[in-house]
């Protein structure tokens, strides 16, 4: 088994940034990829950014240039780097592991508001 936690939501302001951040623990040894995805309210979950373990990374276009997802030294600490953060960006973000089956964390929620 696989356990994921993130951490790092909140509230913040149209423009502003957040940095979000996931942690693997458990049989980290079968993790292959982990990402970062997100459910709007009303909304299916989607897929915002993945790294695999050699570090490719994939963006979804509504967010490139303003999200970054990046690996802590531990290969199976991932951050979320999100900038100028529109109102659209309000959803709750899951970290997602990928290991022979795929691990979520509960979601931490992140509100862009004025």
């Known amino acids: 088994q696989v356990q994921v936690v993130e951490s790092g939501g909140g509230l913040v302001q149209p423009g502003g940034s957040l940095r979000l951040s996931c942690a693997a623990s458990g049989r980290i040894f079968s993790i292959f990829a982990m990402g970062w995805y997100r459910q709007a309210p009303g909304k299916q979950r989607e897929v915002v950014a993945t790294i695999t373990n050699s570090g490719l990374t994939n963006i979804a276009e509504s967010v490139k240039g303003r999200f970054t997802i990046g690996r802590a030294s531990a290969r199976t600490t991932v951050y979320l780097q999100m900038n100028s953060l529109k109102s659209e960006d309000t959803a709750v973000y899951y970290c997602?592991?990928?290991?022979?089956?795929?691990?979520w964390g509960n979601g931490t929620l992140v509100t862009v508001s004025s």
């Open positions: 997602n592991a990928k290991g022979g089956a795929d691990y």
